[in-house]
């Protein structure tokens, strides 16, 4: 018997995008890791669909684009590669690359109960290694609330919650978009704060 626990087996970066082209379904990739991604529900799509025209319309004919759910976004410095819902990346890519992106400077995620834990930790501290990232947006259809963390100048990342009536305010691509356009066809908020 041997005294170590056989190794996990891993795929690198090359691999996963090889596989990645290929697959059926969306995988998201961590270290070696490679993660099946569920699917969305009526809220969730709607929300996401809803920031993205809004951004893709504001953005028109600026130096930044919107990608919405099926762009990977990669986080070389966290050997990561994720599917945000929504991001924008401003100037050109380096490097330019088809299958993936690197330099966000917004990202949206749609928060559902399956992965809420997962957008608020774990992938927020991955996503916190791109340079280039000044705001991280939190949207839930649930409870109708957007919290919106932006980059101060001293590195720090500041809560801006929106709830209600709020006019979110995402000033890394000088757009202030009311919730009721975030969450514009999706039904009744549910009881709670959403946090």
């Not at 890791?33 to 028109?60: I, P, Q, Y």
């Not at 490097?95 to 949206?108: E, G, S």
Request: with cysteine.
């Amino acid at each position: 018997m041997s005294p170590h626990p056989a190794a996990i087996p891993t795929l690198s970066a090359e691999e996963y995008l090889a596989q990645e082209d290929l697959a059926a379904e969306k995988h998201e990739y961590i270290r070696g890791e490679v993660f099946a991604m569920a699917g969305a529900s009526d809220a969730h799509v709607t929300t996401a669909g809803n920031l993205f025209a809004a951004f893709k319309s504001h953005l028109r004919g600026s130096a930044c684009r919107a990608f919405i759910a099926d762009m990977k976004l990669r986080v070389q410095a966290t050997d990561a590669f994720f599917y945000p819902d929504v991001f924008v990346l401003c100037g050109e890519p380096v490097p330019v690359q088809p299958q993936f992106k690197t330099d966000a400077t917004l990202i949206v995620e749609v928060l559902s109960p399956a992965t809420e834990a997962f957008d608020r930790g774990g992938k927020f501290a991955h996503y916190r290694r791109l340079l280039s990232l000044r705001e991280y947006a939190l949207a839930d259809p649930a409870t109708r609330t957007l919290d919106l963390y932006r980059k101060g100048g001293d590195g720090l990342w500041t809560l801006h919650p929106y709830s209600g009536d709020d006019v979110a305010d995402f000033a890394s691509i000088g757009l202030r978009l009311p919730l009721a356009e975030v969450f514009e066809g999706v039904g009744e908020p549910t009881a709670g704060n959403g946090g």
